[in-house]
Structure formats: structure tokens, C-alpha cells
């Protein structure tokens, strides 16, 4: 379908777009989808994963995040999370629920529905700043949030050569790898 739509839009069948938006259902991994695209050669020519969003509903967001495992993996690898039915419940129920996303994944943003602007939805901003995760991080079902500084200005070979070693001691149980490192002609953004 993707292949189809970007066929079309490069042949003006289609009108030309920007951006496609793939909306998985509410326990769905999102992260086999985003790697299709990332290691097909046909897709990652025409396209480039953005954002991924994810919506908890602040109702039921600690008790779900404990029952399910597939939200706590969405929670895992999303960009931003948006919270949602904020104006159910009271500010110390919305505070207990972002602690929990944070505790899960401090490097991503959070917004409130309300304050949604659905024109910088999926944008990405123009500088990643690494977040230090505060005071005791929250671990459901085994998730385990990591914060490696790195200090030093690196080299894409010694990149490739740290990714390598983070798959190898890591394997399957490396959910997500994101950051920014400091290279030879600026900031890089690590995603994977």
C-alpha cells in the first residue's frame, strides 16, 4: 500500500502529499511497521518514519499500562504521548499517569489533548535535546529506561561500531535506542 501510494503520487495519479499517517489499533506494536519502512530499500527511498504518537487515556492509564505489555511497548518507542480524558480526572491522577509514561520513556514529549496543535502534531523539532530521567523511573513488565551519556564528539564509524555492540549485548531485549551524539558537523539524531 505504501509502495502503491508513493507510485502514484511520483506518477501524478496521485496528488502529491507529504506525510501518511498509519494509525495502528489501540495494542498494536508499532515498531515492526516503522521498520519495514527504515530497512526496504524501495521505502526508504520515497519515505522516512516521523513521529510516533501515542494516546493513553489518563482514566485508566496506570491500571492499563500494568495490565497490558503492548502499551507499555507503545509508551516504550513513541516520540510524543498524548493524554488523554485530562479533564476526568483530577491534577493528581493526570501527574500519577505522566510519571508512569516518563518512568517508561523520559525522553518523550507529552502533551495534554487540549493543548493539541494539529498543525505541529507530527512535527519534529529542529534540535533533540537528551533529558536525564529524574528521580526513581517507573519499570513495567521488564522495561527498563537506560541513559548513556556520551561526552565526547563522535564519528559515524564509531556509531556504527557502538550500535553494533548495543545489539549484540542487547539483542531482542533492546526495545529502543534514541538520542543526540555530537559529530564532526554537528548534532546528530539516533533513532532505532
Given at each position: 500500500?505504501?509502495?502503491?501510494?508513493?507510485?502514484?503520487?511520483?506518477?501524478?495519479?496521485?496528488?502529491?502529499f507529504k506525510r501518511i499517517v498509519i494509525e495502528a489499533t489501540g495494542l498494536a506494536d508499532p515498531a515492526p511497521i516503522s521498520?519495514?519502512?527504515?530497512?526496504?530499500?524501495?521505502?526508504?527511498?520515497?519515505?522516512?518514519?516521523?513521529?510516533?504518537?501515542?494516546?493513553?487515556?489518563?482514566?485508566?492509564?496506570?491500571?492499563?499500562?500494568?495490565?497490558?505489555?503492548?502499551?507499555?511497548?507503545?509508551?516504550?518507542?513513541?516520540?510524543?504521548?498524548?493524554?488523554?480524558?485530562?479533564?476526568?480526572?483530577?491534577?493528581?491522577?493526570?501527574?500519577?499517569?505522566?510519571?508512569?509514561?516518563?518512568?517508561?520513556?523520559?525522553?518523550?514529549?507529552?502533551?495534554?489533548?487540549?493543548?493539541?496543535?494539529?498543525?505541529?502534531?507530527?512535527?519534529?523539532?529542529?534540535?533533540?535535546?537528551?533529558?536525564?530521567?529524574?528521580?526513581q523511573t517507573r519499570h513495567t513488565h521488564g522495561i527498563k529506561t537506560r541513559h548513556l551519556p556520551v561526552e565526547a564528539t563522535?564519528?559515524?564509524?564509531?556509531?556504527?561500531?557502538?550500535?553494533?555492540?548495543?545489539?549484540?549485548?542487547?539483542?531482542?531485549?533492546?526495545?529502543?535506542?534514541?538520542?543526540?551524539?555530537?559529530?564532526?558537523?554537528?548534532?546528530?539524531?539516533?533513532?532505532?
Amino acid at each position: 500500500t505504501l509502495l502503491a501510494l508513493c507510485s502514484g503520487r511520483a506518477s501524478g495519479q496521485l496528488p502529491a502529499f507529504k506525510r501518511i499517517v498509519i494509525e495502528a489499533t489501540g495494542l498494536a506494536d508499532p515498531a515492526p511497521i516503522s521498520e519495514v519502512i527504515r530497512r526496504s530499500p524501495l521505502l526508504s527511498h520515497f519515505l522516512s518514519v516521523g513521529r510516533v504518537i501515542c494516546t493513553v487515556d489518563v482514566e485508566t492509564g496506570v491500571e492499563a499500562i500494568d495490565a497490558y505489555v503492548e502499551i507499555a511497548l507503545q509508551l516504550a518507542v513513541a516520540d510524543r504521548v498524548v493524554l488523554t480524558k485530562t479533564d476526568c480526572v483530577d491534577r493528581e491522577a493526570c501527574k500519577t499517569v505522566s510519571e508512569a509514561v516518563a518512568g517508561l520513556n523520559p525522553i518523550a514529549d507529552q502533551v495534554d489533548v487540549g493543548d493539541v496543535d494539529p498543525t505541529t502534531l507530527f512535527d519534529i523539532p529542529a534540535s533533540f535535546l537528551p533529558v536525564k530521567p529524574q528521580g526513581q523511573t517507573r519499570h513495567t513488565h521488564g522495561i527498563k529506561t537506560r541513559h548513556l551519556p556520551v561526552e565526547a564528539t563522535v564519528t559515524l564509524s564509531g556509531l556504527n561500531a557502538w550500535i553494533s555492540v548495543a545489539i549484540q549485548l542487547w539483542g531482542a531485549d533492546l526495545i529502543r535506542c534514541k538520542g543526540v551524539v555530537s559529530g564532526p558537523r554537528g548534532r546528530w539524531l539516533l533513532q532505532g
